[in-house]
């Protein structure tokens, strides 16, 4: 372990702009004397991750980057189908962190229902089945379709139909807490939660920081 | 809000020697221009928090101390019956966070069951309750009581009975990840993670790393 | 104890009318010979309870007086939000009842599925969180909120309101029992029965009655 | 409606000294000007009630007797299986009750989580799936099994073996409450609860005290 | 045991034409050298099985005609509310299946959550408390009633009314797979499944399929 | 499809001797006349699946599998961990079973609540939170360990084992029917069932008798 530690955020896709969109939303949790984290793209990956094909296509080259970079002192899977999060826990002594299960856990202390702002309705479904293996469900107010692809979800102009789902997720759903379901929404976070005046969770962050509390408190080091 | 933020960290009961001691263990999470964690002592609570009546009594108390110090970015109740978590929430648009919660929700990404460390039956009871009303009841393995008081459970004699308690969590219960179910046992955590292999989570480290989160990415700040 | 004992059923707020009210529609059960039921007002506690705050303010108060009357033998806490129920019981080893803990219990022999008509949107996230610490989520069919204060949902002419919230939670949303979420809504509990041919659960009478049959049977008398 | 209403008690075996015991631990709900209180022996029942085969022999019957005697005011099935329950709720508009399910309802109001002393394995199995479909399995500790018969667990020389398993739920499974999980073992309830100072219920009190109060409150006689 | 063995199909009602449809739906289970499929009415059935006193009416005459006919090798209820499956289980060793057992596990292996296209609001009570009787309420999209007789929704102009209730569980409810919840509806399987592209399960197949599996393994032949 | 159907039984490891075995234990389910059941072994995979690692790295090959053999009218995926059912199930419109999924949901038809014999613990792991995430741990009594490897599970020498765990299932663990947690055990059913007196499930059988059922009554071929 070097001084102040390192963390490796694994972008599963192989596009690049992702990565870096990752990276900035991460300039936060980058502290003077502070772990470092490092953000790489998987270049194996798919362009985007939308089925369970690609979900399973980047589950063994995840676990070779873990191995590979098994050096640094945590790992976060950036994707929120959390591809892989199992196979890369059994790789490593380190702690892995996938971003859907921490952004729920996240989640879970800002509000009472958490509602998941999703693509689509394929998503939604891997998603539930998480939820469920996770033991989760009781919390979940409800998930919702924004129709888009990742690349529309991440657009300035996408805005109007993330606020509208989000609204029904407060207003019909009961939800007092959001999830953005997708690795690249960060920028719907702060207006949103100035519309709606409820907590959203952006689940890279939340991820990240959990990885940033593991090292900070040495978990794994030993 | 200064620059980089403050965290208050309310310990319940009165005995100043507890709020010192948790103040020693958030070192780590003390950065070079990250947000200053300020730990006190309310002097209005008992000495230790041992009965319903101990945690009714705190409840206001704790909520006149968030709304006096509503300058602060960020609250951690550092008592693990989380007393006045709900109040204090409806108190201020600043989060709050309460140990148990957090470090429930910290364990449940390194592990598939938790187990507690837990004082005594009482307190057992009043865990389990809560864990209910979290819903977060599919995940727990057991918990354990130690039958020592808080004070007792502090001290570096008493890891052979914890120690204890651990391995029949662990060996008896299936719980592969355990929780101390105290505020004042953090000198436990490493000894029991090495002698066991399994990740040990330290309540008030967890919930001020979550406070420490949503300082950095600032959540509630506007 | 006295030949045939004594219930205290006390209002946790301050208003000597709803103290009043509730004294009146316990009168069918109060019998020649059986138990005298007392009703007193909380005169510490806040006008009405509406917040978490008002909750907290009245738990160490209902304790003091549980404990100043333990020569009776059962006591009800008539508020919807059960405020103290567990310190109480912690105080007194005769049997303390919660009228939304025993509204809900009597409900679920009444019906497969119980709605609950509520004030707003506040109280309802106060219910869920504390259904789910009872465990009985399962048989819920819903709550739906009155959008009204304690004092208007009191008067008759709430009346067409209350009805039709009824009919929702009957015919949207499953409800074959209904539950009055407050403590003065006793005089809608007819007319809405023979409305919409459901049972409809006062919760005030049936802590009375539960604690009515403690007494009867000797519990926590020893 | 008679001045004071009528309350029908069902033994569903054919065994008249089961319905006199009933009889008699019914006497504290006898009220003077209360409803009157009638057991009646099921004179097509079998002997005791111990099969499946024995609770289906019953339903109908028990059914005839529910549309013969519609002029009472509340019924109560008398045997822990709760036999023909459904079947005679769709038979009258008056209300009914079953033993097991408002002993159950009562304790859940007395502790945290309920034990039951059971007959037998048998008798286990069905009550576990009853729990389930009652949906208030998040509260069982345990059903312990006396591996005694019907008339040997009423004998006054079956306490010592009642206690034995009573402990058990007590300190093994950790129950707070524990529940008869018979029609005839009344006499052991208060010995019971002066050895294991947790409270004990006796389901046909329950029922019978659920029956009175609906009565007392009019409830059905629309 | 004969060289291949024979099932039981027992239609609880005595309308000989259900009887025969219900044959002939399974003539796709009877293959050469296979298991012989008898199917026959039981004479004491009510004409429909419509109440729960219908439910009872059958359960005796069920178990009589399982003990009669114990030289088969499994046995088939086929009434969607499993009438009497625990008395006859209990009568027997040989395997004995229910329909809607049957086809809600069937269901559970052809998509995320199941919708139930029920006959009318009672038969959905009945059944949701059977679900959460068998635990496996969590995979539950919905139940929606046709508002039709058994008689009315086997026939062929009946499929509009049942297209509308599948298309709004698969659109409003999320369910992905169908289960028809009747054991006359076979003639509308196709249909739904081409119309819709999700699985539709008819549970008397599914039941008997069960059958012929434990009959082929010789479960309980021993 | 052809006139009688076909399916293909996928062995996700690459040995040999299993596929053959489990080719051996289908005979009963090959019918005159009825569906073609093939075997194969994924020469792709490992020599056994007993990591994550292994699970991981058949699922793409077994895509690849299905896609290829998308000819056939069914696929079983015959390893206990249900390697690729998800992505599978994506790349068809063939029915796809798994035989952790078919076994379970045969189990529950036959006992109130199943024991699983596993192999050791870390496969007890992944099989509970399987069983979370279909939603049915609230019938499973327990997993217990052999603590042997799947070449040592398929010897007859190692019964005595495997009685010992399956009698601490029902003994201990309050089991009334048994399933095999490893494709392998076969040999061990029919004594397990006669020493025992509850049904024990292969689910090896109980998955390729769901595609046969499939198969029979035309599911996925539209």
Do not use: W
């Not at 790789?91 to 859907?100: L, Y």
């Not at 469920?132 to 109007?160: F, M, N």
Request: hydrophobic share 40%.
């Amino acid at each position: 372990m070097t001084a102040s530690g390192r963390i490796l955020v694994i972008n599963p896709n192989s596009n690049d702009d992702v990565t870096k969109g990752i990276s900035e939303v991460l300039d936060p949790l980058r502290l003077p004397g502070g772990p470092d984290i490092e953000c790489v793209t998987l270049s194996e990956g798919p362009f985007g991750i939308e089925t369970q094909e690609h979900v399973e296509s980047v589950t063994l080259p995840l676990r070779r980057t873990v191995v590979e970079r098994n050096d640094v002192d945590a790992f976060v899977i950036a994707c929120y189908s959390d591809p892989g999060i199992t196979v890369c826990r059994e790789a490593t002594s380190k702690p892995v962190f996938g971003i859907q299960e921490s952004g729920i856990l996240a989640a879970l202390s800002r509000g009472e229902r958490f509602g998941v702002i999703a693509l689509g309705p394929q998503s939604i479904k891997r998603h539930l089945r998480y939820i469920r293996q996770l033991g989760l469900e009781s919390r979940l107010a409800a998930e919702r379709p924004l129709h888009l692809s990742v690349a529309a979800a991440e657009e300035a102009d996408a805005y109007p139909r993330v606020l509208e789902v989000a609204r029904d997720l407060v207003g019909e759903d009961g939800a007092d807490v959001l999830l953005l379901g997708c690795a690249g929404m960060t920028r719907h976070r702060l207006p949103l939660e100035q519309a709606l005046a409820v907590p959203v969770v952006d689940p890279v962050q939340m991820a990240v920081a959990q990885a940033l509390t593991a090292v900070l408190l040495g978990a794994g080091s030993s």
